[in-house]
T-cell receptor, first 111, second 116 residues
């Protein structure tokens, strides 16, 4: 079983729709959970950061962590064509430790 | 807004040659990392560096790889004898690692390494 699994997509939605992304993981030691956005051939850009279980909201983005199910989600409200990118989940077991990434989900928001 | 910078953006080299990839982390950050992403694959951890020494490394980071912080601002990754399979995007990242439960790694734009 892979440590972090993420559906590769592509996920195609109309402009204004809610984008729903998720990752599952197997390592119960993970405590820090991140979502990054990556445009083609660019570096990952940090979107959301969550410690342990719970929800976090920042503008149009909401991140959820359910440690009991080993499942994390990212929701993007009022999606825009500029949100078209690959979204990577990443996690670590302790502050400062290496990040373990999912394979990324490609999202296409159509005008 | 402070950002991680990397040079060069693209490096082409012949198999067996040495390459040095350079990074300037965010100025007040204390932890530095190298990751790589082979085309179409996951971002993979290579090495982390703190207080002038390696704190963790992956099985990818073998004797062909080394890291250095030669001065107060640069952080470098050296590959001594490049192989075809080293072709990838190499990302530098840095973090402040505050005490408590906060830590975020900020990534640079990457260096695309092509080994011929």
């Amino acid at each position: 079983q892979k440590e972090v699994e993420q559906d590769p997509g592509p996920l195609s939605v109309p402009e204004g729709a809610i984008v729903s992304l998720n990752c599952t993981y197997s390592n119960s030691a993970f405590q820090y959970f991140m979502w990054y956005r990556q445009y083609s051939r660019k570096g990952p850009e940090l979107l959301m950061y969550t410690y342990s279980s719970g929800n976090k909201e920042d503008g149009r983005f909401t991140a959820q962590v359910d440690k009991s199910s080993k499942y994390i989600s990212l929701f993007i409200r009022d999606s825009q064509p500029s949100d078209s990118a690959t979204y990577l989940c990443a996690m670590s077991g302790a502050a400062g430790n290496k990040l373990t990434f999912g394979g990324g989900t490609r999202v296409l928001v159509k005008p | 807004e402070p950002e991680v910078t990397q040079t060069p953006s693209h490096q082409v080299t012949q198999m067996g040659q040495e390459v040095i990839l350079r990074c300037v982390p965010i100025s007040n950050h204390l932890y530095f990392y190298w990751y790589r992403q082979i085309l179409g694959q996951k971002v993979e951890f290579l090495v982390s560096f703190y207080n002038n020494e390696i704190s963790e490394k992956s099985e990818i980071f073998d004797d062909q790889f080394s890291v250095e912080r030669p001065d107060g601002s640069n952080f470098t990754l050296k590959i001594r004898s490049t192989k075809l399979e080293d072709s990838a995007m190499y990302f530098c990242a840095s973090s402040l690692r505050l005490t408590g439960n906060t830590d975020t790694q900020y990534f640079g734009p990457g260096t695309r390494l092509t080994v011929l």
